[in-house]
């Protein structure tokens, strides 16, 4: 058996996907009724509800298990003392083999959320138990938040759109997680970076006006926006200028519909404050710094193909939504 923590997220559920198309027995370990519903109907054998942040549940949850995926809810800052229970869990449990979802750069100071995972890599490092680390660049998905406004002409984001970041497709993350879980041999304690492809902003934005066949221009909203709206007026009205030139008599749907989807995207509005505070300072970072690839050579070997190109992504992802790629 599997265990999948994390199994709600994106992440998770294409892990859940791959592994039951291997034929592997995988348990999701989820939140709610709602999340438990999304992991059986991705293939979970066995699905837990529980809080991840309650050792007793966790321990539930290893009952059985050989090999284990960790993937940390983005709505918790704090992931140290959870690592410490999948540890207890795990040894108590005969759990084997532990892959964690980490981020690429842990070594960044002024990102909490980044050197919090570099601190739970060395926590599953000293615990004995074989481990792997996935050290994720910035994922080629997190745009798709702002799929109806790209519709429209525009793709805003809150960071600088000169900013250089390194992306990777999550589905070639979960691939690799999903190899990994499979054939841990050869994978103990071993850190992997996950990178595909440098871009900025302008550049993802000519890719997807290719695709789209209008033009989309990359738009900045202020970090701040993220919690305050109001902090970014200024930059919604650049929006639908941008849009209206982009697509006309089209934009004003697209952008109304972008407004109702990216309000509260991933639940923002819902998390804790430090939460938030957290999120917004990983934007500003990303704002004034960009975020570098890691060692680019690593996950075509993982993957035994070429990793997916950011214009790959694009095609599919249009093609999902029912966009006929230019």
């Known amino acids: 058996m599997i265990l999948v923590t994390g199994a ?17 027995k995988v348990r999701a370990f989820v ?14 054998t066995d699905v837990v509800i529980g809080d991840i942040r309650s050792a007793a549940d966790v321990l539930a949850a290893t009952v059985g298990v050989r090999r284990l995926f960790h993937v940390h809810p983005t709505s918790l800052v704090h992931e140290v003392s959870i690592a410490e229970d999948i540890v207890a869990a795990c040894l108590a449990n005969g759990v ?5 979802h980490s981020v690429i750069h842990p070594e960044i100071t002024e990102m909490f959320h980044h050197q919090e995972k570099g601190r739970v890599e060395e926590v599953f490092r000293r615990s004995g ?5 996935l050290r994720a660049s910035h994922f080629m998905q997190n745009y798709l938040d702002f799929w ?7 793709l805003p984001y809150p960071s600088s759109p000169n900013s250089v970041m390194g992306v990777v497709d999550a589905e070639d993350v979960s691939e690799v997680a999903a190899n990994i879980l499979v054939a841990p041999e050869g994978h103990e304690n071993r850190t992997y970076d996950l990178s595909s492809e440098e871009l900025d902003r302008h550049e993802m934005a000519r890719i997807w006006s290719d695709v789209l ?11 701040a926006s993220l919690q305050n709206p109001l902090r970014g007026a200024g930059a919604l009205v650049t929006v639908v200028a941008k849009s209206l030139l982009s697509t006309k008599i089209h934009a004003p749907q697209h952008v109304i519909r972008g407004l109702q989807q990216s309000s509260n995207a991933r639940g923002i509005r819902n998390w804790s404050q430090d939460s938030r505070d957290c999120y917004e300072r990983m934007m500003n970072y990303y704002d004034k710094n960009g975020l570098p690839a890691g060692d680019m050579t690593e996950l075509p070997k993982l993957l035994g193909r070429p990793a997916t190109t ?4 694009a095609v599919r992802e249009a093609a999902r939504r029912g966009v006929r790629p230019r």
């Open 129 to 133: 138990i074989a481990c792997t680390n």
């Open 8 to 24: 709600g997220g994106s992440v998770g559920h294409a892990v859940i996907r791959d592994l039951n198309g291997r034929g592997e």
């Open 310 to 313: 950011y214009r790959e992504f």
């Open 213 to 223: 066949g209008h033009h989309v221009s990359a738009v900045r909203l202020p970090p």
């Open 31 to 44: 939140k709610d009724e709602k999340q438990a519903k999304g992991a059986r109907a991705d293939g979970a």
């Open 148 to 154: 109806e406004f790209m519709q429209g002409g525009v």
């Open 96 to 100: 084997e083999h532990i892959v964690y």
